[in-house]
């Protein structure tokens, strides 16, 4: 895999992580797909950051250590970090239908997150997660 191939960038609570996110990752994925399908990324991603600073490191000091690489198989792309364990596909997918009823000003991060990739998890040793998200079916 060349350089051009792969991106790495560490993300800190105390900074701008969403925007800086959007933009190292928008400007990687633009030569290889289209705006929508690099917004579904895009989004997907943002929601795993969200909930990550949210309610892993609750609001607190925390980093994100974010790996994007182009495989045989598409787009990989690993975030790791040191917040309490979650392992978000362990938890029954909310409908938003149902979560619309109930008037939820949340939950909709993980239905968004594992509607458009493909995620799997991963306990880090010492602790900590990574979340390992793929295209579904080549494409998000």
């Known amino acids: 895999m060349s350089e051009a191939d792969r991106l790495s960038f560490t993300l800190s609570h105390d900074g701008a992580p969403l925007s800086t996110a959007r933009t190292c990752l928008s400007d990687f994925l633009a030569p290889r797909m289209g705006d929508l399908e690099r917004n579904r ?14 309610h892993g490191y609750a609001g607190g000091p925390g980093s994100i250590d974010v790996n994007v690489g182009w495989t045989n198989d598409g787009l990989k792309i690993e975030l790791s970090d040191r917040a309490k364990e979650y392992d978000p ?22 239905f968004l997150l594992r509607t458009l990739m493909k995620v799997q998890y991963q306990k880090r040793d010492g602790g900590g997660n990574t979340l390992v998200l793929t295209q579904r079916g080549g494409h998000a």
């Open 89 to 110: 596909t362990s938890v029954p997918l909310p409908s938003p239908e149902q979560l619309s009823e109930d008037g939820a000003t949340g939950g909709y991060g993980l």
């Open 41 to 54: 990324i895009l989004l997907a991603v943002e929601e795993a950051l969200v909930n990550t600073f949210e």
